[in-house]
Antibody
Framework: EVQLVESGGGLVQPGGSLRLSCVAS???????MSWVRQAPGKGLEWVAN????????YYVDSVAGRFTISRDNAKKSVFLQMNSLRVEDTAVYYC????????????WGQGTLVTVSS | DIQMTQSPSSLSASVGDRITITCRASQDIANYLAWFQQEPGKAPKLLIYDASTLQSGVPSRFSGRRSGTDFTLTISSLQPEDVATYYC??????????FGPGTKVDIK
C-alpha cells in the first residue's frame, strides 16, 4: 500500500523557518514528488516539485527564493525547507506523488499544518 | 501561467441526479487534466487523469470529457458519499501546475 506521511508542521513567527518531511512507503521511490498546500477554507495550490534524481526542481512564484525542495532517495523522503515565512504561508501542506503517466497526483499524505503568526 | 476556472462554484442536487462540473483552461493543455475529490478534513483523492481515464478503484458513475479547452466531470447518479469539493488540475508542464478554485457539491 502506498503511504506518504508528513511531519514538521507547527506554529512559527513571521520571518521564521520550518522544515517539513515526508516519508514514503509501499512503492519504489522513483517518482516525481510535490508539495501542495491548502490555506484554511481555501483551495489547493501546488508549491514545488522535484525529479527523481534532483536534476529538476520547480516552484510556484510566491515561494521561489524562500522555499527549497529536496529528497533523500535512500531514506525514501522528500523535504521542504521553508524560510522567511509569511502569514500567507499558513496552510496544510500535503506531500503528493506524481502518477505513472504524468504529473497528476495519484497519492497524497494526510497533511501537516503550518501556522505563521505572531 | 495557465489559469483554470470552474463552474459552478457550488451545487445542490438530489440523490440519483446526474451532475456536471465544468473546468476551463486559459490555453490549450491537450488532455493534461485531472479531477480530484476532497471530503471535509481529508486529503484530496484522484478520480480521473488524462481528462477521461478513471483512476483504479473509482466508481464508474464518475466520468470525464474534453472539448478543446473545456473539461467536464460528470457524476451519473449522485450518491450521499459524493458530498465533497471537486477540483480540476492542469499538468501540462512540469514547470508548474494549477488547480481550479473548486466546486462544492452537496445533497438537497
Amino acid at each position: 500500500e502506498v503511504q506518504l506521511v508528513e511531519s514538521g508542521g507547527g506554529l512559527v513567527q513571521p520571518g521564521g523557518s520550518l522544515r517539513l518531511s515526508c516519508v514514503a512507503s509501499g512503492f519504489s521511490f522513483t517518482y516525481w514528488m510535490s508539495w501542495v498546500r491548502q490555506a484554511p477554507g481555501k483551495g489547493l495550490e501546488w508549491v514545488a516539485n522535484i525529479k527523481q534524481d534532483e536534476s529538476e526542481k520547480y516552484y510556484v512564484d510566491s515561494v521561489a527564493g524562500r522555499f527549497t525542495i529536496s529528497r533523500d532517495n535512500a531514506k525514501k523522503s522528500v523535504f521542504l525547507q521553508m524560510n522567511s515565512l509569511r502569514v500567507e504561508d499558513t496552510a496544510v501542506y500535503y506531500c503528493a506523488r506524481a502518477g505513472d503517466y504524468g504529473h497528476y497526483f495519484d497519492s497524497w499524505g494526510q497533511g501537516t499544518l503550518v501556522t505563521v503568526s505572531s | 501561467d495557465i489559469q483554470m476556472t470552474q463552474s459552478p462554484s457550488s451545487l445542490s442536487a438530489s440523490v440519483g441526479d446526474r451532475i456536471t462540473i465544468t473546468c476551463r483552461a486559459s490555453q490549450d493543455i491537450a488532455n493534461y487534466l485531472a479531477w480530484f475529490q476532497q471530503e471535509p478534513g481529508k486529503a484530496p483523492k484522484l478520480l480521473i487523469y488524462d481528462a477521461s481515464t478513471l483512476q483504479s478503484g473509482v466508481p464508474s458513475r464518475f466520468s470525464g470529457r474534453r472539448s478543446g479547452t473545456d473539461f467536464t466531470l460528470t457524476i451519473s447518479s449522485l450518491q450521499p458519499e459524493d458530498v465533497a469539493t471537486y477540483y480540476c488540475q492542469n499538468y501540462y508542464s512540469a514547470l508548474g501546475f494549477t488547480f481550479g478554485p473548486g466546486t462544492k457539491v452537496d445533497i438537497k
